[in-house]
């Protein structure tokens, strides 16, 4: 059998398409008894209403755009699962696509949800922001979670990544250490810079040389930062990576090198994802709460979509929170036995 039309309903209620319409939609001014014959003749034929025909009347599609530049790694996935969470209670849908930290491909993603999506969330730290956002339509609602939206007239989410990075610098310092390392995140990256320019700040502050190490955000480019940290003549004792993901590339290489964490190095990450508390020794971080920032950034989607552009543009600033864990800490006895990892490598 076909599917039921809106015109099946029309006819099984007694009254015009345009009241069927207006009941499903909940615009208009409907009497009671219109209304239930309308409920009444749906539920009977099993009608599901065309979402375009929807789309068209309502000028909504309850569909919102997230653009990320991975869609790999723990962080990524706790974004997600933050918006979803949101956007299932809010009865829209999410389409995620990547832009693979490169202007262009962001740029096509982008146009190609124009008209498919009500808003959308980019999330981009490659990328100039104030680029970014002059390439979408000013009617498009648009929130950013980039370093740097802050500069640009549309509304924002970032991170305090210099002040984060600045608190788990400090953090280390406190507990002893004097020759603090950093593996930062990949050149270009708006957040990695942040954070690399807020631990450089919390040594100066403390008088102390800075050890700067490249990294990519990844366990691998972790990894071989720790093995070259091991192998350095005059040592580190502590180590602030970048992001989590590198923290435990750098726990694996010092272990397989024979060294202790804390009591030979400690280490220090950023973002607080599911895997922080799993490794041995546990690792200490600043806490993002990555999946309620996701969630946060729906809902500030859904109250732009709603709003329909009206308002000053708002600049929200998450801070991150100091979660002090085994790997730092001042208190490890000097006789213990290596740790090992519950994951990693």
């Known amino acids: 059998m076909r599917p ?11 009254v015009s398409v345009a009241s069927v319409s207006r009941v499903l939609n909940d615009q208009g001014v409907v009497g009671e008894d219109t209304r239930a014959r309308v409920r009444e003749a749906v539920e009977a034929l099993s009608y ?3 979402s375009g025909a929807r789309s068209l009347i309502t000028r909504r599609t309850d569909t919102v755009g997230v ?3 991975d869609l790999f790694g723990e ?5 997600i699962r933050g918006m979803d969470l949101a956007a299932r209670e809010k009865r829209l849908h999410l ?17 190609s949800m124009r008209g498919r999506v009500d808003g959308l969330i980019i999330l981009s730290p490659h990328l100039d922001a104030a680029a970014l956002a002059a390439s979408l339509p000013k009617s498009l609602p648009v929130l950013l979670m980039n370093g740097g939206a802050r500069d640009v007239e549309r509304p924002s989410i970032t991170v305090d990544n210099h002040g984060g990075a600045e608190a788990m610098t400090r953090h280390l310092l406190e507990q002893g250490r004097r020759r603090v390392a950093h593996v930062a995140g990949p050149d270009g990256n708006l957040e990695a810079e942040a954070r690399r320019a807020g631990y450089l700040a919390a040594m100066a502050e403390a008088g102390i040389e800075p050890v700067v190490l490249d990294g990519d955000f990844d366990q691998a480019s972790g990894y071989r930062a720790g093995a070259a940290i091991a192998a350095m003549d005059i040592r580190p004792d502590a180590v602030f990576a ?10 694996t290489a010092l272990q397989e090198a024979g060294l202790r964490c804390p009591e030979d190095v400690a280490v220090g990450g950023f973002d ?3 895997i922080a508390s799993l490794v041995r020794p546990a690792l200490t971080t600043m806490k993002i709460n990555i999946a309620e920032t996701g969630r946060r950034a729906l809902e500030r989607l859904t109250g732009l979509i709603d709003a329909q552009g009206d308002g000053v543009p708002d600049h929200e600033i998450v801070r991150p929170t100091l979660v002090a864990r085994q790997s730092s800490s001042s208190n490890s006895g000097k006789s213990g036995s290596k740790s090992a990892l519950a994951q990693g490598g």
Do not use: C, Q, W, Y
Request: hydrophobic share 50%; glycine share 6%; proline share 6%.
């Open 4 to 14: 039921a039309t809106i015109k099946d309903v029309a006819a099984r209620a007694g």
């Open 48 to 50: 599901v209403p065309h």
């Open 67 to 69: 653009i990320l530049p």
């Open 75 to 79: 962080f990524f996935s706790e974004l």
């Open 95 to 111: 389409i995620v696509s990547s832009s693979h930290d490169d202007a262009e491909e962001a740029s096509f993603a982008i146009k």
């Open 242 to 251: 970048g992001n989590d993901m590198m923290a435990v590339g750098v726990l």
């Open 272 to 274: 607080d994802v599911p």
